[in-house]
């Protein structure tokens, strides 16, 4: 048994160039750099952690208008469209735990809506709302 | 006294294998290998690389060494490879920078979009040799997360100093 886990092991190890879906190329290319492949981020140098965080913002007033305003989608080159498919997937794939349970995913009309306003003062607002999360959090 | 229990041990071991093993089990092992090798890749399972990973199966012709080199189509600094390092991995007493930039070049061999990672190495000062500067689809600083015109050594654990840059491939477009 072991031995057959091992072999395959070794063949995910050497599997081939593999074709990337076009979401996750999106994500490689406008988000990864920073927020890293797996979402972890680098808190200490100010590059926020996504994996099981970014879920939270939807729980508190603002939040869910806050991951579109953000500089980094807001005024990405993607498409209203591609970023609503980008901004739901990274959701799904890194803070699937934290999501409310009526979540509900973004639309590209309100994706398209919300990033004609982008934030100015950023670290502000998010304070606030990584305040309100907190809050929260004591509160359950 | 230490041959003899190094005998014991020998003997042990290889009569246990012995016992446990046999030789269509040995067989059988080696056909699932090569039946898996074969039949793994076609298998409809979606494949993330892990991140900085170079794969085996990649087609592709040029010097890692010359700006020319297809995967340096965005790069703007030193050459790893003429560094003491290579076009994937940093040269000694140098460290990645995990926090990059990540552009996409086209493969001229198979004609596919490569999406490279151009982490910096960082540590000691500039390398200064092989300078390369080409902008593939780079945009203005404002733009931070498409941009080559940034130090990356700032944003990382391994801080200021930029010595040269590697291109790394994370995955092909469809």
């Known amino acids: ?140 | 006294m230490i041959t003899r229990w190094l005998d014991n041990i020998t003997e042990k071991s290889v009569r246990q294998g012995a016992r446990k093993t046999s030789r269509r089990g040995f067989l059988q092992g080696v056909s699932t290998l090569l039946v898996g090798a074969v039949a793994y890749p076609l298998l409809p399972v979606f494949r993330q690389g892990a991140f900085a990973s170079e794969s085996v199966a990649l087609q592709e012709e040029g010097d890692p060494n010359k700006c020319s080199y297809w995967r340096h189509c965005a790069i703007d600094g030193y050459l790893c490879g003429c560094c003491g390092g290579s076009s994937t991995s940093c040269p000694p007493g140098t460290v990645v920078s995990d926090i990059t930039w990540i552009g996409t070049c086209t493969n001229p061999t198979d004609g596919r979009d490569y999406i490279i990672s151009y982490n910096d190495c960082c540590g000691k000062g500039g390398c200064g040799n092989c300078p390369c500067q080409r902008d593939a689809r780079d945009t203005p600083i404002y733009r931070p997360q498409n941009s080559n015109n940034l130090n990356w050594c700032t944003g990382s654990q391994a801080d200021t100093p930029y010595h040269c840059s590697l291109s790394v491939v994370i995955g092909v477009r469809e």
């Not at chain 1, 939270?56 to 080159?77: N, W």
């Not at chain 1, 901004?87 to 809506?113: C, G, K, R």
């Open chain 1, 1 to 140: 048994m072991l031995y057959r886990f091992m072999v395959f092991l070794c063949l995910l190890l050497v599997s081939p160039v593999f074709a990337t879906e076009q979401v996750k190329v999106d994500y490689m290319l406008n988000c990864q750099g920073c927020h890293l492949p797996d979402g972890s981020g680098f808190p200490a140098r100010n590059v926020p952690k996504i994996n099981d965080e970014v879920g939270k913002f939807l729980h508190v007033e603002g939040g869910r208008d806050y991951l579109i305003q953000v500089s980094g989608s807001a005024q990405s080159d993607l498409s209203s469209e591609r970023l609503a498919r980008l901004i739901n997937w990274m959701l799904v794939t890194f803070s699937a735990n934290e999501l409310p349970s009526d979540f509900q995913p973004y639309s590209v009309n309100e994706v398209h809506q919300l990033r004609q306003t982008p934030l100015i003062n950023v670290n502000e607002v998010r304070e606030g709302l990584i305040k309100k999360i907190q809050e929260l959090e004591l509160e359950s």
